[in-house]
T-cell receptor
Framework: AQKVTQAQTEISVVEKEDVTLDCVYE???????LFWYKQPPSGELVFLIRRNSFDEQNEISGRYSWNFQKSTSSFNFTITASQVVDSAVYFCALGDSNYQLIWGAGTKLIIKP | EAGVTQSPTHLIKTRGQQATLRCSPI?????VYWYQQALGLGLQFLLW???????NRGNFPPRFSGRQFPNYSSELNVNALELEDSALYLCASVLATSYTDTQYFGPGTRLTVL
């Protein structure tokens, strides 16, 4: 079955702390894509990253980094030196061969000043 | 380049009425997806349109329908509104018909049913 699990419903940290959001997926496809989106309080989903199953290199973009491990079917997202503006709901999603995105339930991240 | 646009931003209706939501994809994108996000919940897939055709629909009753126009913009219609239809409706556009392509989202329409 195709499935994405974000076990952390809500995470609260103090500003400047590092925080990791977990994403575990299940798929029958040998080729697949994984995504992370950010949903701030305004509601619009903002695309953060797309990763294909052939590329297990970790990626860093500023304070954001992603750790993709096929062996554990995980695609975790780390924010370094968190800021209040990082407060949002973060969704992990799996690109399905039926042209659908399988969404995780989301992790609400609260960054306290 | 303009992003995905949706209108209206907010919509208030009463139970039993019909609602029409609109979405304009990014220029050059031919596929449009619609999602429903009830308050505090995740995204539920509603409909997928590509090249003017409905390609797939989620587990929603037939009173949720839509269409895609020749310019690839799309409309979502919800008939016989129920209180539980109150939600944020998000539209996403995709460059091409490939499950590997990134979906880019609009700001959403908040529908409130009284």
């Amino acid at each position: 079955a195709q499935k994405v699990t974000q076990a952390q419903t809500e995470i609260s940290v103090v500003e400047k702390e590092d925080v990791t959001l977990d994403c575990v997926y299940e798929t029958r496809d040998t080729t697949y894509y994984l995504f992370w989106y950010k949903q701030p309080p305004s509601g619009e989903l903002v695309f953060l990253i797309r990763r294909n199953s052939f590329d297990e290199q970790n990626e860093i973009s500023g304070r954001y980094s992603w750790n993709f491990q096929k062996s554990t079917s995980s695609f975790n997202f780390t924010i370094t030196a968190s800021q209040v503006v990082d407060s949002a709901v973060y969704f992990c999603a799996l690109g399905d061969s039926n042209y659908q995105l399988i969404w995780g339930a989301g992790t609400k991240l609260i960054i306290k000043p | 380049e303009a992003g995905v646009t949706q209108s209206p931003t907010h919509l208030i209706k009463t139970r039993g009425q019909q609602a029409t939501l609109r979405c304009s994809p990014i220029s050059g994108h031919t596929s449009v997806y619609w999602y429903q996000q009830a308050l505090g919940l995740g995204l539920q897939f509603l409909l997928w349109y590509d090249e003017g055709e409905e390609r797939n629909r989620g587990n929603f009753p037939p009173r949720f329908s839509g269409r895609q126009f020749p310019n690839y913009s799309s409309e979502l219609n919800v008939n016989a509104l129920e209180l539980e239809d109150s939600a944020l409706y998000l539209c996403a556009s995709v460059l091409a018909t490939s499950y590997t392509d990134t979906q880019y989202f609009g700001p959403g329409t908040r529908l409130t049913v009284l």
